[in-house]
């Protein structure tokens, strides 16, 4: 099934019937990714006196099962920015357009003085492509197919420092995706300066004027390497929970 898509007056083509899915599913084993010092997700079926929700239990016609999680921490989400706020702002509002142009860039952490794993400015800078596009994806160096199933919390993971998240601001970036943890460090004080950064936050207990209630970030997602850097169209697919971040399945589609 292939469509042409207008767009800053120039028409593409893709094919939807050719999805790349780079979100990480949520599974209740230790293949599960964990980051901040959670364990690991339950999925488990309803229990009422002697009835269990699980057809091959042989009490029940249906698997009926309870799901607890939470969305920062368990796998690909995406989230507004509610997630640093004094006032309740909920991703499902926040995301009002589900449809963008997007660049997919990959970026290998540079080390720091301090042994942090960095994403600077000037990588941002040196592979960054202006087109029009709306969002970018981030893909970090090395790129181990255990991203998927990776242990995170105590491990000072690496994160995007705020400068070029305020560059991808100015440069009109909306929805910015990264196959890590968080934009920011594990632990750094409460400070979130990529994500004030990107959200143009500069009082989280009185939100300002300019803040940019529409823009949203993904993290943990895994971009698979026979997916090449370029430009795609990208479907964010959101399950509509009223809460600063929900689950989420960002699909790439290749232009054709």
């Not at 593409?12 to 790349?20: A, H, T």
């Not at 449809?99 to 000037?122: H, K, M, R, W, Y």
């Not at 705020?162 to 910015?176: D, K, P, S, V, Y």
Request: glycine share 4%; net charge negative; hydrophobic share 35%.
């Amino acid at each position: 099934m292939k469509a042409t898509i207008t767009y800053s007056d120039t028409d593409y083509q893709i094919d939807f019937s050719k999805p790349i899915d780079i979100s990480i599913p949520l599974i209740n084993t230790d293949d599960n990714p964990i980051a901040w010092y959670l364990d690991k997700p339950e999925i488990s079926p309803v229990v009422v006196e002697d009835w269990i929700g699980k057809v091959s239990e042989g009490k029940s016609s249906t698997n009926f099962n309870n799901i607890a999680f939470n969305p920062h921490g368990h796998g690909t989400h995406t989230e507004c920015l509610g997630h640093i706020t004094y006032d309740f702002y909920n991703v499902n509002e926040s995301l009002k357009e589900y449809f963008f142009f997007a660049q997919l860039v990959t970026i290998s952490p540079e080390v720091q003085q301090d042994g942090d794993c960095v994403i600077t400015l000037a990588q941002v800078k040196k592979v960054w492509t202006a087109n029009h596009q709306k969002a970018i994806i981030i893909r970090t160096t090395p790129n181990e197919l255990n991203k998927k199933h990776r242990k995170y919390s105590h491990t000072n993971p690496p994160y995007l420092c705020a400068e070029a998240a305020t560059f991808l601001r100015e440069q009109g970036i909306n929805h910015l995706l990264i196959d890590l943890p968080s934009v920011d460090r594990e632990e750094d004080g409460g400070q979130l300066l990529a994500h004030k950064a990107f959200w143009n936050v500069t009082d989280t207990h009185h939100l300002n004027d300019d803040a940019r209630l529409e823009a949203t970030i993904t993290e943990m997602i895994y971009v698979n390497d026979e997916v090449k850097d370029g430009f795609y169209f990208l479907n964010i697919q959101l399950a509509s929970f009223v809460n600063d971040a929900s689950p989420s399945k960002p699909v790439l589609y290749k232009i054709i």
